[in-house]
């Protein structure tokens, strides 16, 4: 396209009337500085793209209401930047503030997550076996209580005991539990004596 401002109006009255040839060659035409111009007025090159694009969009969308100035689109292409520009960077504070608001977290290394997980995974383990030491009935009324928080008298209806009985249960399996669990750590951190192999 030549600079003739007449082959510009002429061009854009094709563009407005659908011609998508005609549109693009307005944009081949006028890019470089509409993106000159965003690129002064953004942070940076990607940002000024962005501006860039969304001017040429509301040029083309708003196609019918625009006028042209001396035969060129370009000054309201230049205001279009100028306002997308300001948008732009008031969405980027306004976001900026919400991400600096949020509280933070102290960062974990993936070592001690993996650790972490290997105990919690280890616990389970010593856990279920040392409920499966338990009477059947004792190791339900561990589960009902602690892990389903029912209250003793409703765990003790479920199993068919009385209160008192269900009460004297879950004391005597809270301690076995206890002690079961206690010999599993002190087996896993003391050492084996001489002489004795696993």
Known sequence: MSNDLDDEAATWVQACAG???AFASLFRYHQARVYRRALSLVSNAHDAQDVTAAAFFELWRKRRSVRLVDGTVMPWLLVATVNIARNHRRAAVRYRRVISSLPREETVNAESIAVANVETELLGVRLTEALGRVAA??????????LEELSVSDAAAALGLKPGAARMRLHRARLRLQADLSDDHRRNILPIPEGEHA
């Open 19 to 21: 011609d998508g040839a």
């Open 137 to 146: 009935a004792d190791a339900a009324l561990l589960v009902l209580t602690v």
